[in-house]
Nanobody
Framework: QVRLVQSGGGLVQTGQSLSLSCVIS????????????MAWFRQAPGKERECVAL?????????YYSDSKDGRFTTSRDATKNTVYLQMNDLTPDDTAIYYC?????????????????WGQGTQVTVSS
């Protein structure tokens, strides 16, 4: 049984920062997912779920990718803690959404939600103007 447990989120004002974390564990096999792709998605009301950042294992470390061209969202991982993080800076009301962490069995780059098999419970991020 794979579990992704998220923490963080909440209500902030425009221009502030917020960080989310997600701990992944496999209660059945003990698999760590340290060499699997992990991602952060968000879903605003009435919109499709979109990937904002992802990370891949490679070369003994991780490569990080962000969908935000302005560099406001960055992800990182701590394999020793089986934890992935999302740092969000200079937030605006358009960033208001439920944010999810996700993992997949493969270590390949994909921005599509359907390619991820495991999901966190979601956490609300609300940015007030």
């Amino acid at each position: 049984q794979v579990r992704l447990v998220q923490s963080g989120g909440g209500l902030v004002q425009t221009g502030q920062s917020l960080s989310l974390s997600c701990v992944i564990s496999d209660l059945t096999s003990g698999r760590t997912f340290s060499q699997s792709a992990m991602a952060w998605f968000r879903q605003a009301p009435g919109k499709e779920r979109e990937c904002v950042a992802l990370s891949l294992y490679g070369g003994g470390g991780y490569g990080y990718y962000s969908d935000s061209k302005d560099g406001r969202f960055t992800t990182s991982r701590d394999a020793t803690k089986n934890t992935v993080y999302l740092q969000m800076n200079d937030l605006t009301p358009d960033d208001t959404a439920i944010y999810y962490c996700a993992a997949r069995s493969l270590n390949s780059k994909t921005w599509y939600a359907a390619d991820y098999q495991y999901w966190g419970q979601g956490t609300q991020v609300t940015v007030s103007s």
